[in-house]
């Protein structure tokens, strides 16, 4: 198709697949119910306003290439395979809500998905997400619940974060992570009640600063460059086989019930101020001139 405008679309019970807008397109207000769509190409041109609503859906295939702005955005029961988002900014507006959401084979390019705040995702699952140069993915100051986010490769050289800074989270898994030098995992102001950390390099920014965390396993982590907890809260958190491979900073921080099992720190531990109760060190290495050297 050429150049085109699509206002208040509603898909129900039908079957979209093999449509092209090259020169580009202006869409506002979508819904899909029992809805598939498959095999759609939207030029760098196209642009989305208003609301998205898709429920019990699938998409597959879709490349979006413009901007987004969803003021309003539901999203239930529904899977999403193979999507690239490149160019344009992407915003999903605030009170974003997205529970039951299945999406696979994400890559996101150009500027981040940013989901703002106020949202709610609960059961969803990301797996298989390619952060190109300038992507990432971002819920700030939203609620998540039951969310997983699973084998996150970024591109060589790529700068892209992941960002869930000043969100509340609750039985969160952030697993089989590859951020790049360039890169950021910022999970700063966050309040996490049971989550995991697992298998991931970080050589760029990992940032936890004021971060409340209760019931949280970090394993099988390499930190490249700075890791960050200044004044975070620590709480029946565990470190398993975990690098610090540059500056650890825990200045200000608190921890209770803490352990670090086989745990080495490359460079002098940053820990002014902080305050430990119960906190055990098993096999762990710090380096010479510095680091937690007191028994608590």
Excluded: C, W
Excluded at 120 to 131: H, M, N, Q, R
Excluded at 139 to 162: F, H, Q
Excluded at 188 to 194: A, L, N, P, R, S
Excluded at 266 to 289: G, H, I, Q, S, Y
Aim: aromatic share 6%.
């Amino acid at each position: 198709f050429g150049a085109a405008m699509v206002d208040a679309l509603s898909v129900k019970k039908s079957r979209v697949s093999d449509l092209s807008f090259e020169m580009g397109v202006v869409m506002r207000d979508v819904s899909l119910q029992d809805a598939s769509v498959s095999g759609v190409l939207l030029s760098d041109a196209a642009s989305f306003q208003g609301m998205l609503s898709v429920s019990k859906s699938t998409l597959g295939l879709v490349v979006f290439g413009g901007a987004m702005q969803a003021d309003s955005v539901q999203i239930f029961s529904s899977s999403l395979d193979g999507v690239l988002l490149k160019s344009g900014a992407r915003v999903l507006g605030p009170r974003t809500v997205l529970k039951d959401v299945k999406l696979a084979r994400l890559a996101v390019g150009g500027a981040p998905l940013l989901i703002e705040r106020g949202s709610k995702l609960s059961g969803v699952e990301l797996d298989d997400v390619v952060l190109q140069d300038r992507g990432g993915i971002g819920v700030i100051g939203s609620t998540l619940s039951g969310v997983t986010l699973r084998n996150v490769v970024m591109e060589k050289e790529a700068k892209a974060v992941v960002k869930l800074s000043g969100s509340s989270m609750k039985k969160i898994a952030l697993e089989d992570l590859e951020i790049g030098t360039n890169g950021v995992l910022a999970l700063d102001q966050t309040v996490v009640k049971g989550g995991t950390l697992k298998n991931a390099t970080i050589d760029g920014y990992a940032l936890f600063e004021a971060a409340k965390m209760t019931d949280v396993e970090i394993v099988d982590v390499t930190f490249g460059d700075m890791a960050d907890f200044e004044s975070a809260v620590l709480k029946k958190v565990r470190f398993t086989n975990v690098v610090f491979e540059d500056l650890a900073i825990f200045e200000g921080a608190k921890m209770v019930d803490v352990v670090f099992d086989g745990v080495v720190f490359r460079k002098p531990v940053k820990a002014r101020d902080a305050k430990l109760k119960r906190v055990e060190f098993v096999n762990t290495t710090f380096p010479e001139d510095g680091g937690f050297t007191r028994a608590y």
